[in-house]
C-alpha cells in the first residue's frame, strides 16, 4: 500500500512540484517503508513550501530520531512548542528523545507535562515509571504506576510492573540497581520503537498492518 502510494505521490510532484502537501504524504509513505533518510528530505521540502506546517514538523522530527540525529530532532520539536506549549504529543516525544539521549532529567519534565495535559495518556506513564526507575526513584514509580493502574485496571503488563516495583521496594538499594532491565522484560525491550512507530501514526486516517510496520523499523535499513 505504502508503495503505491510513493509512486501516486512522486507523480503528483513532477506535475505540482509547489504542493507541500504532497510532499508530506511521500514522507509519510516513505517512512512507513523504513525510508528514514528520504522521508526527512521530503518533509524538509514541505517545510520549505510551507514553514508553518506543524505535521510535517513533527514527522521531520521523528525520521530524524529513527537515524538518530537527536539534535536535529530536538531542534524541530523545540520549535513547535515555543508556539504550541501544550502540545500533548510534542511533549511526549521530546521526553523520550530526551531519554534516549540519557538527558532522563529532562525527559522527566516534558513526560511529566504530557501526563498532566493528558492524565489517561498510557504510554508516557510508562516511559515515566522507567526513568524514575532508572534513576533509582522506586518510590516515586510505585507511586506513578498506582495512578495508571487507576485508569487502566485490567492492563496486564501495568498489573505485573506494580507487582516487580512493590517487591523491589522492600529490597536493600544495592540490589536494586538491575531493576530497570526487569522492568524493560514487563513493558517490552523495544519501547522507543513502539513510540516512534504510535507516534508516527499520531493523526493519520490510514493505519496499515501494526506488526508489518514493526518488522520495517526492526530491520535497522533506515537509510535507503
Known amino acids: ?3 503505491n502510494a510513493e ?10 512540484p509547489k504542493y507541500a502537501d504532497v510532499h508530506y504524504h511521500l514522507g509519510l509513505s516513505l517512512l512507513s ?3 528514514a533518510s528520504e ?7 514541505a517545510l520549505k513550501i510551507n514553514p508553518d506546517y506543524t505535521n510535517a514538523q513533527i514527522k521531520l522530527s521523528i525520521s530524524q530520531a529513527c537515524l538518530g540525529h537527536f539534535k536535529e530532532a530536538y531542534r524541530n520539536l523545540n520549535d513547535v512548542l515555543k ?4 502540545y500533548v504529543d510534542v511533549n511526549y516525544l521530546f521526553g523520550i528523545l530526551k531519554g534516549e539521549n540519557k538527558e532522563i532529567k529532562t525527559g522527566i519534565k516534558y513526560l511529566k507535562k504530557a501526563i498532566n495535559l493528558n492524565p ?16 533509582g526513584q522506586i518510590d516515586l514509580a510505585a507511586k506513578q ?10 492492563d496486564k503488563r501495568l498489573n505485573s510492573a506494580q507487582k516487580l516495583i ?6 536493600p538499594e544495592n540490589r536494586q540497581s538491575t531493576f530497570s532491565h526487569q522492568l524493560e522484560k514487563v513493558f517490552g525491550e523495544e519501547l522507543l520503537l513502539e513510540e516512534l512507530v504510535n507516534e508516527f501514526y499520531t493523526y493519520l486516517d490510514i493505519m496499515p498492518n501494526f506488526s508489518e510496520i514493526i518488522a520495517l523499523f526492526s530491520n535497522s535499513k533506515y537509510a535507503q
Request: glycine share 2%; proline share 3%.
Open 1 to 3: 500500500m505504502w508503495d
Open 7 to 16: 509512486k501516486i505521490n512522486r507523480s503528483i510532484i513532477k506535475k505540482k
Open 33 to 35: 517503508q523504513g525510508k
Open 39 to 45: 522521508a526527512t528530505e521530503s518533509f524538509k521540502d
Open 83 to 86: 508556539i504550541y506549549p501544550n
Open 120 to 135: 489517561k495518556f498510557k504510554n508516557a506513564h510508562l516511559k515515566l515509571i522507567m526513568f524514575y526507575c532508572e534513576t
Open 145 to 154: 504506576i498506582d495512578e495508571v493502574v487507576e485508569f487502566f485496571p485490567d
Open 166 to 171: 512493590d517487591k523491589v521496594r522492600n529490597l
